[in-house]
């Protein structure tokens, strides 16, 4: 395994966790709170932003406008059924969502889980370190590398790893810092 693979495999755990972190309500109207609902279109699971045009007027609502009308009722049942805590509102036409401020106790809630995702941002991390290693112990065990590449790539390894982990810290703060303010 090269070096810039395992770069490239840490990277896409960080935007992975980037993305886990905006499906967290911040007590601001954000379209990509509705990033995980998918809706039984047709007798499909279909993404809802592939179903409806999703825009925020103002900071506490998020408008859903169905691209075809006949969905409305689907989607709805979608969001209700979801874990995101809002209530959708069917005008007929296009579906409201009220995204009310949070109480500090549900806000504490919310820090624990971007704590528990940056931690799995953090495990996936150290199992690519984990087959990195295991593959350069392989290499050196065939005879394929010398023991001194081996250590020296493992080091490598350790600072990307540690550099990886360091972003998703930054990461989670930022989004604390986010869930927190008022």
């Known amino acids: 395994m090269k070096l810039d693979e395992v ?26 709170l509705l990033d995980r609902i998918s809706v039984e279109y047709y007798g499909t699971e279909t993404p809802l932003k592939a179903l409806a045009n ?12 169905p691209y075809d009308k006949g969905s409305l009722a689907q989607i709805e049942k979608a969001i209700s059924m979801s874990d995101i805590g809002l209530v959708p509102n069917n005008d007929g036409s296009a579906i409201r969502l009220n995204v009310p401020p949070l109480t500090s106790e549900r806000r504490q809630d919310l820090v624990k889980l971007a704590g528990k995702m940056a931690e799995e941002g953090k495990v996936a991390l150290r199992n690519i370190r ?9 290499q050196e065990k065939n005879s394929d590398i010398s023991e001194d590449e081996s250590r020296d790539l493992q080091a490598q390894i350790q600072k990307v790893t540690d550099r990886f982990t360091a972003k998703i810290e930054q990461l989670l703060n930022t989004k604390e810092k986010d869930i927190t303010t008022v």
């Open 7 to 32: 770069e490239q495999n840490m990277q896409k755990t960080i935007e992975s966790t980037q993305r886990s972190f905006n499906t967290i309500r911040t007590g601001r109207a954000n379209p990509s």
């Open 54 to 65: 999703i825009s925020t007027p103002d900071s506490s609502t998020i408008t859903i406008q």
């Open 130 to 138: 984990r087959d990195a290693v295991e593959a350069i112990r392989k």
